[in-house]
């Protein structure tokens, strides 16, 4: 079972639209997450990260952790065509320990 | 802020051959790491620096695989002798500390033929 599980889409949504992004994990010591945005051809680009539970907003972006349920969530509001991406979750368990990535969200934003 | 520098960009090498990746990154930042990208999967960890010292390297294949990173600054990544399943983006990421967020390079995109 892989550390890290996120459904690969694609995704494809209406410019306006909420766009929920999802990752669930089975390790109960992940408590460091972080949501990356990967355009094609380059590095990935951090968007929000959170420790333990609970949420955070910035902008448009809502980053929510459920740890009762290993579940994570990035919420996008009033989605623009330039959201059109790849989105990565992360997490790690404490200090000194490794980062493990989801597999990736393919979102694509119809104008 | 310059962030995180990575060189080449593309490589197009033949198999067998050696290839050497660099990276640089950003300043003050203590944590630098190595990662593998296959199409259409996350960043996979090949090695983790703190400062000069290699914590992690469990991933790495060392048989073929070598990094340094010497006065804890630029990092060098080498692949000897490459093979076919080496075609990947490699990405190098820097944090300030082992907990703190990564920020990512452009990557460096290998293609052995």
């Known amino acids: 079972q892989k550390e890290v599980e996120q459904d690969p889409g694609p995704l494809s949504v209406p410019e306006g639209a909420i766009v929920s992004l999802n990752c669930t994990y089975s390790n109960s010591a992940f408590q460091y997450f972080m949501w990356y945005r990967q355009y094609s051809r380059k590095g990935p680009e951090l968007l929000m990260y959170?420790?333990?539970?609970g949420n955070k907003e910035d902008g448009r972006f809502t980053a929510q952790v459920d740890k009762s349920s290993k579940y994570i969530s990035l919420f996008i509001r009033d989605s623009q065509p330039s959201d059109s991406a790849t989105y990565l979750c992360?997490?790690?368990?404490?200090?000194?320990?490794?980062?493990?990535f989801g597999t990736g969200t393919s979102l694509t934003v119809i104008p | 802020e310059a962030g995180v520098v990575q060189s080449p960009r593309y490589k197009i090498i033949e198999k067998k051959q050696p290839v050497a990746f660099w990276c640089n990154p950003i300043s003050g930042h203590n944590t630098l790491y190595w990662y593998l990208q296959n199409l259409g999967q996350g960043p996979e960890l090949l090695i983790r620096?703190?400062?000069?010292?290699?914590?992690?390297d469990s991933q790495l294949p060392k048989d073929r695989f070598s990094a340094e990173r010497l006065k804890g600054v630029d990092s060098t990544l080498k692949i000897q002798p490459a093979e076919l399943g080496d075609s990947a983006v490699y990405l190098c990421?820097?944090?300030?500390?082992?907990?703190?967020?990564?920020?990512f390079g452009p990557g460096t995109r290998l293609t052995v033929l």
């Open positions: 992360a997490m790690s368990a404490n200090t000194g320990n490794q980062f493990y």
């Open positions: 620096y703190e400062n000069e010292e290699a914590v992690d």
């Open positions: 959170t420790y333990s539970s």
């Open positions: 990421a820097s944090s300030l500390r082992a907990v703190d967020e990564q920020f």
